[in-house]
């Protein structure tokens, strides 16, 4: 089993999916979500998004034979916590899925720091390299940006309407995700490793 587990964007030899179809691939449940909310409710919009999820782990699958470690843990919580609100008629279960995934990553991060484990870098190392106190500092980051988005996603729908956090989880979410991810960019390139071989996640 281990070999289906491996890093974002595999090992050398590995057939690379096209980025296009990545994208497509991470994106197309989400906005699948949307429409079928604004169609047809929360629980029409539920199941799509449960079949969707599992239709792109297979796709992927089948075109690198391996699966990145974080859309696994999503797709595993999102099967769980949808599933529960098809089989409860309650929409908090959905709503508190990106809670529970955004805390899980980023406690994930943060605890692996307090045992000298910069484990950001287990999942990108393979796209780029950083020296140890490179990926400490993204690592905290990230960790830092996953809680406060927990957090985010909490206020939204305790706060606002179905609709309002449907909207906001499309159109907020992955708009936060993306400039944060860019924002990263000047401390990637100020702690790039040039030496051959680099770091992996050590501490």
């Known amino acids: 089993m281990n ?39 929360i629980f029409w919009a539920t199941g799509a998004f449960m079949a969707a999820t599992i239709v792109a782990l297979v796709v992927s699958w089948v075109l690198t034979r391996h699966l990145p470690l974080m859309p696994v843990v999503s797709a595993i919580v999102v099967l769980i916590f949808g599933g ?3 089989w409860l008629q309650d929409e908090t279960f959905i709503k508190v899925k990106p809670t529970i995934i955004y805390t899980l990553f980023g406690g994930t991060l943060i605890g692996g ?15 780029f390299r950083l020296t140890a106190e490179g990926w400490r500092k993204l690592t905290l980051r990230w960790g830092l940006f996953f809680i406060v988005m927990a957090l985010v996603n909490e206020f939204v729908w305790r706060s606002f309407s179905t609709d309002v956090w449907v909207d906001f989880k499309v159109f907020g979410f992955l708009p936060l995700t993306f400039v944060f ?15 051959a071989g680099g770091e992996s996640g050590e501490a």
């Open 3 to 41: 070999e289906i587990f491996e890093k974002e964007g595999g090992e050398a030899g590995r057939p690379a999916m096209h980025p296009g179809l990545k994208f497509a691939l991470e994106i197309g449940p989400l906005i699948l979500f949307f429409v079928a909310n604004a169609k047809a409710g």
């Open 84 to 86: 529960l609100t098809l």
């Open 113 to 127: 720091l307090f045992f000298g484990r910069s484990l950001l870098g287990y999942v990108f190392d393979s796209v």
């Open 181 to 195: 991810a860019v924002a990263q960019t000047r401390l990637i390139q100020r702690y790039e490793d040039k030496t």
